[in-house]
């Protein structure tokens, strides 16, 4: 199973973004969904996570700048970015656990003047 992520670009510092994930429907309500990122020769980390019921977790640094949701009706989970900053460059990588891990294809963040 594969999540279909997207949403990624050119952006300036302080600029936004929005990424999308889609899940299979027959996974997503019992899903908790996340969005991790990745620069090279770093390990993945965990950016936002939000459960089935609600419960929302963010990485210290984007904390007031992003904002995870989900929606059931087009079972998709959501990232908005924003005053993006050239630290947040990076791959988005889009991920599901409903108990077996589903992940997306990445897609890349570049913030650049």
């Known amino acids: 199973v594969q999540l279909q992520a997207s949403g990624g670009g050119l952006v300036q510092p302080g600029g936004s973004l929005r990424l999308s994930c889609v899940a299979p429907a027959r996974f997503f309500r019992w899903s908790i969904m996340a969005w991790y990122r990745q620069t090279p020769g770093k390990q993945r980390e965990l950016v936002a996570r939000i459960t089935a019921g609600g419960s929302i977790a963010y990485l210290d640094s984007v904390k007031g700048r992003f904002t995870i949701s989900r929606d059931s009706a087009k079972n998709a989970a959501y990232l908005q970015m924003n005053d993006l900053k050239l630290e947040d460059a990076a791959v988005y990588f889009c991920?599901?656990?409903?108990?077996?891990?589903?992940w997306g294809q990445g897609t890349l963040v570049t913030v650049s003047s």
């Open positions: 991920n599901a656990d409903w108990g077996t891990t589903a």
